[in-house]
């Protein structure tokens, strides 16, 4: 009997805790319908593109220099030819370098690209960006 008088006064001192917190329970603000697309725009969301950069790493090559590498993976219905394009940034100076691959479809397709940069340089603060088109 002790246990449910204590719950009891629990429950009657918790409700008039929060009788002045809240008048009544809240009620949905914000509009009912979602708006309008904007002028001259589609709500449908944009197209997946068909190539994308699956995976990269990178690595010191055989001389010492920076060797980036990955795969390129083609999600649609036909051959494509990709152009994977690496940027280095090392010390505040960007280094480009491009190769292109053809991509079967529904399938995927390694790629490497070598810089000129030792890879003890870059990795010190580099970073790298990989873009497939």
């Given at each position: 009997m002790e246990r449910r008088t204590a719950l009891r006064l629990a429950v009657v001192s918790g409700a008039a805790l929060l009788g002045g917190c809240l008048e009544s329970w809240p009620s949905a603000t914000g509009p009912r319908n979602p708006p309008d697309a904007p002028a001259g725009q589609s709500r449908q969301p944009p197209e997946q593109a068909d190539?994308?950069?699956?995976?990269?790493?990178?690595?010191?090559?055989?001389q010492g220099a920076l060797r980036v590498f990955g795969t390129v993976e083609n999600r649609g219905d036909a051959q494509r030819t990709a152009t994977v394009t690496v940027t280095a940034r090392i010390d505040g100076e960007s280094v480009v370098r491009e190769t292109s691959l053809a991509v079967e479809p529904d399938g995927t397709a390694e790629w490497s690209v070598a810089f000129e940069t030792a890879y003890e340089e870059f990795a010190s603060g580099g970073t790298i960006s990989v873009d497939v088109e």
């Open positions: 190539l994308v950069v699956g995976t990269f790493d990178f690595e010191a090559d055989d």
